[in-house]
């Protein structure tokens, strides 16, 4: 039996519509992946995050050791995906510390319906691409939520 991995960005998202997403999907567990969990948009930083999903019935885990270094995030904010990609890999997931991050992530996921969360609406910018790429190569079928922008 296949398995499902989730991907959603918050961008152009309220909290209400990105929980919607969420809930709609089948969603148990929210898998954090940014490395700073902080948002200036309201409701999507770690602690409201985790207690509005709670509210709403969800698991929140962060994976900060899942997130994109500094240098890929702004390779990212500057539109260079192939940039972000091989420093994400390089100084992440092709680490020991990264593998072993991504096999619990797996663990996680194999037990909860569990979605991949970062800022970039559009999941080819982010690195939650290569990590859902990643989970494919392990099993995983990647389904990429939006929900309805403001």
Do not use: W
Request: charged share 30%; proline share 3%; net charge positive.
């Amino acid at each position: 039996m296949r398995k499902t991995v989730f991907t959603i960005g918050y961008e152009g998202l309220d909290l209400e519509r990105f929980t919607l997403a969420l809930t709609d999907a089948g969603v148990g567990t929210l898998a954090d992946v940014r490395a700073v969990a902080n948002s200036r948009k309201r409701g999507f930083s770690k602690g409201a995050l985790k207690a509005g999903l709670e509210a709403a019935g969800l698991s929140y885990a962060h994976a900060r050791s899942l997130g994109t270094p500094k240098a890929g995030r702004q390779a990212a904010r500057a539109d260079d995906a192939a940039l972000m990609r091989k420093i994400y890999c390089e100084e992440v997931l092709d680490t020991a510390d990264g593998g072993l991050a991504l096999d619990a992530l797996c663990d996680l996921a194999a037990r909860s319906p569990t979605c991949l969360l970062c800022f970039e609406r559009d999941p080819a910018r982010c690195h939650r691409r290569v990590l859902a790429e990643r989970m494919e190569a392990r099993g995983f079928v990647t389904v990429d939520l939006f929900g309805p922008e403001l």
